[in-house]
């Protein structure tokens, strides 16, 4: 009997190494990480803070001024409303209406090329199903697919980003 007790009380000596060993690491990897974020090598920390606190100097914080980032220069191009019957034997249909942001230089460009904006559009989702679309994630990807097909067709910086100010299903 004494033989079979000094084996479970090796066993508990030995379980309690990979626990301590465990703790060590996760105090040096949440260390890390507090000194990887605080001394700038990550975004988000108190370096950044401390950058932007100094830029602005005291008195822009004591007296409860905030100073706001300038709008970026861009201008909107609104793309005509359109209907589209889907495949379907229930004559459903989709009203789509969307905006392109565009870098103000490249505002006339966009516009003279709107025609084949609209026509890569129509015919992208024409080509969509309904299960498609009844997905909860599928205005995301639609909008990401139609983005990158604008892109494309206007030239890759001109568009920064498509607006969809309109998206039902009939």
């Known amino acids: 009997m004494a033989e079979e007790e000094k084996p479970q009380e090796e066993r508990k000596k030995r379980s309690k ?10 105090l040096a990897g949440a260390g890390g990480g507090f000194f990887a974020v605080t001394s700038g090598l990550l975004p988000g920390g108190e ?21 706001v980032a300038a709008l970026p220069d861009v201008d909107f191009v609104p793309i005509e409303p359109l209907i589209i019957s889907l495949n379907t034997s229930t004559g459903t249909h989709l ?26 559009l129509n015919g992208y989702l ?28 206007t030239g890759g910086d001109r568009v920064s980003d498509l607006l969809i100010m309109e998206f039902v299903l009939n």
């Not at 190494?17 to 690491?25: E, Q, Y």
């Not at 370096?47 to 100073?67: F, I, K, L, P, V």
């Not at 969509?128 to 139609?146: G, H, K, P, S, Y």
């Open 95 to 120: 009203r789509f209406r969307a905006q392109l942001e565009v870098r103000r230089p490249y505002k006339s460009e966009v516009e003279h090329l709107l025609p084949r904006v609209v026509d890569v």
């Open 17 to 26: 190494l990979p626990l301590l060993l465990g703790f060590v690491l996760a």
């Open 126 to 153: 024409r080509a969509i199903n309904l299960a498609d679309l009844q997905d909860n994630a599928a205005l995301v990807r639609l909008r990401a697919q139609m983005l990158r097909r604008v892109q494309v067709v």
């Open 47 to 67: 370096s950044a803070h401390a950058a932007d606190h100094d830029a602005h100097g005291e008195e822009g914080h004591e007296a409860g001024h905030t100073e």
